[in-house]
């Protein structure tokens, strides 16, 4: 008859980052990971972009030659706010000419 109990090779939960002790954040973690696979992401990247993927290709070429600010008015946005928030809009504008004031004052 066979052993039918005990302990069996490769038997057991498998070690994993969220079982291994460590004392650095998972962003940090992530950093490392990306640092350490950066030639073949970029060489990824560049063949899905030259492929025909028109979105990654603008991004690659606005993060390499640097894209212009782009302010935002929140003015602007005032009614989505609003509607978001299920307030009135005038609220939302004094709310945000009280905090423009705050931070000239």
Known sequence: MGQRGGKR???GRKPGL????TTLSPIKLA???????????????LTLALGGD?????YLIDRVLGKAV????????????AA?????????T?????LKAQKAG
């Open 9 to 11: 090779p490769g038997a």
């Open 18 to 21: 969220r079982h291994l002790p």
């Open 31 to 45: 950093e490392i990971k990306l640092a350490q696979n950066l030639p073949k992401l970029i060489d990824l990247a």
């Open 54 to 58: 028109r979105a990654l290709l603008v």
């Open 70 to 81: 782009q302010p935002v008015s929140i003015e602007s946005q005032v009614e989505d706010i």
């Open 84 to 92: 978001d928030f299920g307030v009135d809009a005038s609220r939302v």
């Open 94 to 98: 004094s709310i945000v000419e009280r």
